[in-house]
Every structure is written in structure tokens, then in C-alpha cells.
């Protein structure tokens, strides 16, 4: 079973960037993972932001992120990114990365993340 573990979150002020990284380890070769990240505000429900195909060759976004976020992965590190630039307070959540054996983008996924704290300042 893979294992992942975010990193990257913090605090920023609006209009500011971070990046984040997920770490992958265990189960099967990372190419075999199609990869997203998903974010949870206060109160809300968990949300889609982005997804990578399995070569790094596809990629998805919500509308809400798009032209802000940039995803990436690197399979010879076992890494994927989610680099996020022009924040806004709205983009305020715990952001997780998530694997999926299944398919890519707007998908059931199987494995996840422990989380990351993102909280952008007015």
C-alpha cells in the first residue's frame, strides 16, 4: 500500500505562492498512481483542485485554481507538487494528495495524505 506525506503548507499573504510536495512510498511503482490533490476549509466539504496523469502528461484543474495552481510529478523522486501562485484567502484549507489505482482527474481515490495547512492572510 503507498504511504504519502505532504509538505510545503504554511503561512503566506494574499497574492503570495507556496508549493507544495507529496512524497510517495511503498506499493507500487509511483508511475502506476494517477495523483490529485484535494482541500478541505473549515466547515466545508472536501474539494477537488488538481490532477496529474500517470506520466505527468495530463493534467486537470477546477475551475476555481485554474491559471493559479500548477501540478507536476517526478517519477524517478516519487514526488508530486502542486505549486500554487496568486493566493487568495478563499484558498484557505488543508490540502491532501491522494493516489488513485483506479483512473485520473475527478476520480475515486484510494490512498491519502495526512494533510498539509495552507492559510493565506488578507
Known amino acids: 500500500q503507498v504511504q504519502l506525506v505532504e509538505s510545503g503548507g504554511g503561512l503566506v499573504q494574499a497574492g503570495g505562492s507556496l508549493r507544495l510536495s507529496c512524497a510517495a512510498s511503498g506499493g507500487r511503482t509511483f508511475s502506476y498512481y494517477a495523483m490529485g490533490w484535494f482541500r478541505q476549509a473549515p466547515g466545508k466539504e472536501r474539494e477537488y483542485v488538481a490532477a496529474?496523469?500517470?506520466?505527468?502528461?495530463?493534467?486537470d484543474y477546477a475551475d476555481s485554481v485554474k491559471g493559479r495552481f500548477t501540478v507536476s510529478r517526478d517519477n524517478a523522486k516519487n514526488t508530486v507538487h502542486l505549486q500554487m501562485n496568486s493566493l487568495k484567502p478563499e484558498d484557505t484549507a488543508v490540502y491532501y494528495c491522494?493516489?488513485?489505482?483506479?483512473?485520473?482527474?475527478?476520480?475515486?481515490?484510494?490512498?491519502w495524505g495526512q494533510g498539509t495547512q495552507v492559510t493565506v492572510s488578507s
Open positions: 496529474v496523469s500517470w506520466s505527468g502528461g495530463a493534467t
Open positions: 491522494a493516489a488513485s489505482d483506479r483512473g485520473w482527474g475527478k476520480v475515486d481515490y484510494d490512498y
